[in-house]
Structure formats: C-alpha cells, structure tokens
C-alpha cells in the first residue's frame, strides 16, 4: 500500500435501484468520509465523488456520481476507497492510523525482537495488534493499549511492547 493513501472506506454494495451504494467507514468521525471527495481506488486509477444521503446500520446511504444505476453499483462492491494523507487531519502524538502500525517491529522491554504488526483490528472493544512472531506460523492479538504497548516509534520502524504474562510463550 502506498504511504500516500489510507483507506478510508469500503462500498459494501448497491442500495435501492437507482444506483446508490453502501458505504462502511473507517472514519474516527463515520461521516468524514464525505469530507475526503473525491476518494479514488488504492491504484488511483478509479476516482469517486462521494455524497452521503441518510446513515443505515453499519454505514451510510451515498450517491456516486459516475455511478447512474444498480448494476454499475452492484459491481463497485468490495472496493475500498482512499484518501490522500494530506485530506486526513494530523492525529495528536499518541493517535496512529492503522496503516502506519502495520510492518513495525515488536520488541519487549528487554529488548528482543517478538516479531512484527501483520494488521491493526478492531472487534468493537478495542484496537489488537495482531503479532507474527518469527518463525511461526500462528499470530498473537496483543492489546493496543498504554499499558500493552507503551511505545510506538514510528520514525524508528518499532513498537515497545509490555505484554501480558504468557501472551508470547
């Protein structure tokens, strides 16, 4: 993924018949989102101007311009959107988006390597980090809390991390 461009979003798919769409958002604030238009595919070579219409469970309502009925709607589906960083606001110090998380290094407090972030998730509790240690195959789900991880340094490539007992055994 290029440091160019987070994704901010997804079309889940075609509402109604007259070419609207769902929209899931990954914003802090959902509706943002619309905010970031024109949002583009990850290769950039697609662009979409995006206008919420109403909020639905798990999202919005929207019309994309270039999209004018339910078929061309229905084929939009799973494709994520993304916005240039610099639309995005500057996150205060110890805010991150999930993107900038994803590759880092895992060390604990003394120092050994634990292996590195293979993706940020979040199941409605709170943000995991999910871990691939080396030479496994199995990947641990660590608490992205102060606590668990008490430092990101992004500009080393490297997370601190103070796991609960066990958790890398």
């Not at 889940?12 to 609207?20: C, I, P």
């Not at 919420?52 to 339910?70: D, S, T």
């Amino acid at each position: 993924m290029s440091d160019d461009v987070i994704c901010v979003g997804v079309i889940s798919g075609a509402y109604g018949v007259h070419g609207e769409v769902r929209i899931k958002s990954f914003c802090a604030l959902p509706e943002d989102i619309e905010t970031y238009s024109p949002l583009t595919t990850e290769d950039g070579k697609r662009s979409f101007s995006l206008a919420l219409i109403r909020p639905m469970k798990n999202g919005f309502v929207a019309r994309i311009a270039e999209v004018a009925i339910k078929e061309e709607a229905d084929a939009l589906k799973g494709t994520q959107l993304f916005a240039r960083r610099d639309q995005l606001p500057h996150l205060p110090d110890d805010e991150f988006y999930y993107t900038d998380l994803v590759g880092l290094e895992v060390f604990d407090t003394g120092g050994t390597s634990l292996g590195h972030v293979k993706s940020v998730q979040n199941h409605g509790a709170s943000d995991l980090l999910e871990v691939h240690m080396p030479g496994a195959t199995a990947t641990v789900l660590l608490p992205f809390t102060k606590a668990a991880v008490p430092t990101v340094d992004l500009a080393a490539g490297r997370i601190v991390v103070d796991p609960p007992d066990g958790l890398f055994d």
